[in-house]
């Protein structure tokens, strides 16, 4: 830490290097032994500090980590190879609601949840939901392209994003994108930072794309005794025209045990396998036109019943239930969260595929997740055999998922614990490419070292 010794007294910042103080940034919401305690960590109010210390940690090299709310599942924002953590925590202010362009400027450091609680009173909202909403951070969401339920009919982080100022690895700010829709003017580097999990650039603000807020709701909830159905079900509906704001689906294993450790209960819940399903429409006509449809639909693909809430609070609960099955999974013992992403329709057959791992390596793996867009949150407990089994589980889960044209990750992102697995989803010219990448952006590889992949030193 001598070697920043420089740094000016100009700035308005925080260093913190007491280890008590530091804890809080050691650990994120990765199950497992995950702990890094760093060297000190960086809580800056406002971008030019930011930019001071890179320039001075070009000489210094000791490697910076951005972080948002610490919410990551991958261990994306901790301190791996030791260094500082740079927290966004105290940037966190809606600077600007620009009405007439739909754009909203924001801090990084902005709870997502309170975006909308921001837009509410204006008509509008901001789509992507990802169940950790109100711990996450928004400038956390664009370095993942954070999705969520309302991702099926609406879309990712990405699609909401229309520019970013970002500190590069040298110290120097850019703007990438602006209060435009449309933009061909080269190769997208707003895209590319988008989703780069902290390892390009510092994400210092955001232009959000907002969107009208539907004012009519409805939310669904169906049990089936088979996962197979309730999947089946879902595509059906998809491909009949009808595309729900938000389509998920909890096995009945994962059900149960939020049932036994959470103190939250929704009906039906003890029924079988659950799918949720939201409408947001403009009239109610339409809603109750769609949810009609959509009810006799489970119905014919063997649900046992089927429920209807239309009140808000009736719908936030079985939602608060959702978005809760991540907590409840995390209580009952040590998961391993892998966050698959397929091709739907050849989810029917994947899934018996997940359920013989259950049996060939004696463990339980409950799924969950976002069953319209293909993306199922497969999670894996950890047993007594994990030391010799984890990874032949891991390694056979991924192999089976390459089979039926999936990715290793549809949210989550790659971070420090799946760089291993990369080789699954990305070609070897496809990580040189990505390797390229971040050399050029970062010669010094001083920003989040160790994630997505490792750069191998020059000279070594
Ligand atoms: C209960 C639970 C539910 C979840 N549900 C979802 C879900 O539905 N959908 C989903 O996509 N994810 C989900 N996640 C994962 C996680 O919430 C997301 O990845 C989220 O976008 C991370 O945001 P964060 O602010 O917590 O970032 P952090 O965890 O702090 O960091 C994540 C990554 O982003 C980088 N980063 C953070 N801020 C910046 C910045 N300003 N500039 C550059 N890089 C930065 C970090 O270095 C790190 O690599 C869930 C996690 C939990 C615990």
Redesign the pocket.
Known sequence: MEKLGRFEKEFDYELLTDKEKLEKYAR??TPGDYYFLPDAAFLPTETDSISRLLEIDNDAKIPI?????????TA??LAVNGGIVLS?EKMNEIIDFDEKNCILEVG?GVITEEINKFLEKYGFFFPPD???VD???I???V??N????RCLLYGLTRDYVRGIEVILPDGSKEFLGGRLKKDATGYSLLNLLIGS??TL????RILLEVVNLPPYSATLVAPFKKLEDAALSSFNILSSGITPSAFEIIDEDAVKVAITNLDKKIPMAEEGTLLIAELLEDSKGELEKKFEIIGNKFLESNASDVFVAEENHQQEKIWDFR?NI??ALDLFGTIIPEDVSIPRANIPEFIPEIKKLEKEFNTRVFTFGHIGDGNLHVNILKNEEWKDNGDKIINELFKKLNTFGGKISG???I?FTKKKYLKYSRTEKEIKLMKNIKSEFDPLNIL?PG?IFDIEEKNA
């Open positions: 994120d919401e980590i951005p972080r948002g709310g610490g919410t990551s599942r994306g924002p966004t990084p990802p169940s950790s711990s996450c951070f400038g956390g969401n370095a993942t954070a999705g969520g339920a999990e902290g650039g510092i994400i210092t978005r991540t907590e949210e989550h992102g971070g989040n994630k």
